[in-house]
């Protein structure tokens, strides 16, 4: 039998080489920078970055003041919230000229928050 800490700590070296993986191909430039994504198990938060220059351009999380009280607790309600977490993030950045990124799942599977994260960023006017 595995010992619970044992099977967590796994699961999270498991991700983290996923996104190690993913990392070697998605690489965000100034004009078409990288769009991260993090997910914990009560909230998200999405990132715009240069890799070039190492620098953050927009970032955002389910946290923030105008989100904090967009969607009620509960599966759907992470899931809505990812869905205007996203759409938010997407217009910040296109007030910063920002239109093309490249999408980073961040080692996670692309379904539930982190596809309606990334579905909210096109709402928001973002194209990858």
């Known amino acids: 039998m595995i010992k ?4 967590r700590k ?35 938060e999405g990132q715009v970055i ?14 923030a003041p105008e989100l904090r009280d967009a969607a009620p607790n509960g599966r759907d ?9 996203g759409k938010l993030l997407a ?3 296109c007030e910063r000229g920002v239109t093309r990124v490249v999408f980073d799942r961040g080692g996670y599977r692309y379904h539930g928050r982190v596809r309606a994260f990334a579905e909210g960023a096109r709402e928001g006017g973002l194209i990858f």
């Open 91 to 93: 217009e910040r950045a």
């Open 10 to 44: 796994s699961r999270r070296l498991q991700r983290r080489r996923r996104h190690t993986r993913i990392r070697k191909k998605v690489h965000g430039t100034g004009e078409r920078p990288r769009l991260a994504v993090y997910r914990s198990l009560r909230n998200i």
């Open 77 to 85: 309600g992470k899931i809505g919230a990812a869905r205007a977490a």
């Open 50 to 63: 240069d890799d070039d220059r190492r620098h953050t351009l927009v970032g955002l999380s389910t946290l």
């Open 4 to 7: 619970a800490s044992k099977l």
